[in-house]
């Protein structure tokens, strides 16, 4: 089939790391996709943006409600607002025939995900989760390794995610998603990629499940003795790894200032400000977190295939990696190296495929961004995309996995 490309016209709602990171990408697609216009409230996120793909002040909107205000007036609006406020825009967009990239998780609801998947149905507008990692190197790699049939049917898979301790205590206890009300549910807003990813892998369907987790650590008992409500505010607690005034000045997790001070590129004034005014310098003890630190989900799938997935904010890197059993053999993979072993039974050998990891999410920003313009132009044969119903499926998962844990791990039927 010979898919004749256009331009698509794109419309930014939410300018923070996650709609800065796809937009950045569409410049490496030549002729692919322009970015027309953004609606941002925060004025010096709205103006980096501007300045960084040349709009005009008339298309740099405050409000993701000014884009509809007037006729649509692109192809595609690219959703990356906070979990909690994608509903309202995307329903918006798709009465108004636009086709959607809609930043991960769908909505913080179940019924609101399958809303937004009927509408679409209704209206014919296609919508593209950003489940990123299907996209990354390794986990494409994984997948044809297993169509093609080299370790035979999948017996188990058993996944882990590494959040990372220092992540976990920016984004998780003092950040946006610290508090499940005002967010998702851990399970949603983190681990709703890891779900999708090992039902892509298994390619059956989720029978039940059950789930243990819990915060345990980053909470007010855990405080220590004479540790004041502020890292700024002459906290003397030696060898805390949650220092703010080490981690946003020399820790490693340098897209961690922006956040901090709200802008790109931060002078160390602005931390400085920044951790002394706002939520980034509290201590990590004396929070109002309440998502969970650690969780492990059971699942059964069709004819008897078992998996279990364990997410830990208790690691010092940021990673994820697979084991998957099957007849025939048996599948390593780990984002930190790039490598993945495929033992085979019968020859007692190992075979290595070596992956080159480039880019965002192990290249898979830039993956779903050549997927989602392919997508939009027609090309149907795109293995793997994940559009609105295969996405609202797989966050049943997650629903039902924190269903589970606020039950005691009672098993629920899917």
């Known amino acids: 089939m010979v898919i004749k490309v256009k331009t698509i016209k794109a419309i930014l709602i939410g300018a923070g790391q996650r709609g800065n990171a796809y937009c950045d990408e569409v410049a490496e ?77 769908i909505a913080p609801t179940a019924r609101e995900c399958m809303d937004i998947a009927k509408a679409a149905h209704e209206k014919g507008v296609k919508v593209v989760v950003c489940h ?25 898979v058993v996944h882990n995610e590494n959040v990372g301790n220092t992540h976990h205590a920016h984004s998780y206890v003092r950040g946006k998603w610290a508090k499940r009300e ?80 709200g802008h790109s590129n931060p002078t160390d004034d602005e931390i400085a400000e920044a951790l002394k005014t706002g939520p980034y310098g509290r201590c990590v003890y004396q929070c109002d977190n309440d998502v969970v630190d650690h969780q492990v ?55 290595v495929v070596k992956i080159k990891v480039t880019g965002g999410h192990g290249g898979g920003d830039g993956g779903i961004m050549r997927a989602f313009c392919k997508y939009i132009n027609g090309d149907d044969s795109i293995s793997g995309i994940t559009e609105i119903d295969i996405s609202t499926a797989n966050h049943m998962l997650c629903f039902a996995a924190e269903e589970s844990r606020l039950k005691g791990g009672q098993v629920v039927e899917l």
């Open 29 to 105: 697609i030549e002729g692919a996709m322009q970015i027309v216009g953004v609606a941002e409230p925060d004025d010096v996120r709205r103006t980096e943006f501007q300045k960084k793909h040349d709009l005009d002040d008339a298309v740099c909107l405050n409000t993701w409600q000014d884009v509809f205000k007037k006729e649509k007036w692109a192809n595609v609006v690219i959703i990356a607002t906070q979990d909690n406020m994608h509903y309202e825009p995307a329903m918006a967009a798709i009465e108004q025939g636009y086709d959607i990239l809609l930043e991960k998780p």
């Open 182 to 261: 005002e967010s998702t549910p851990m399970i949603l807003a983190k681990s709703c990629h890891d779900m999708d990813m090992i039902q892509w892998l298994v390619d059956k369907k989720c029978l039940r499940l059950s789930s243990f987790g819990s915060l345990s650590h980053f909470t007010k008992e855990n405080c220590p003795d004479g540790a004041p409500p502020r890292c700024t505010d002459g906290c003397n607690i030696k060898d805390c790894p949650y220092d703010a005034r080490y981690l946003y000045y020399e820790g490693d997790l340098g897209w961690t200032r922006a956040t901090a001070a």
């Open 297 to 351: 989900v059971s699942m059964e799938f069709e004819n008897g295939v078992t998996a279990i997935f364990s997410m830990s904010s208790f690691t010092p890197d940021i990673s994820r990696s697979i084991k998957i059993m099957g007849t025939k053999g048996q599948l390593k993979a780990h984002q930190d190296n790039e490598d993945i072993i495929i033992s085979d039974f019968a020859t007692r050998k190992d075979r």
């Open 132 to 156: 990123v990692l299907r996209y990354s190197s390794m986990f494409k790699a994984i997948k044809d390794i297993l169509d093609n049939g080299e370790i035979g049917d999948i017996i188990t």
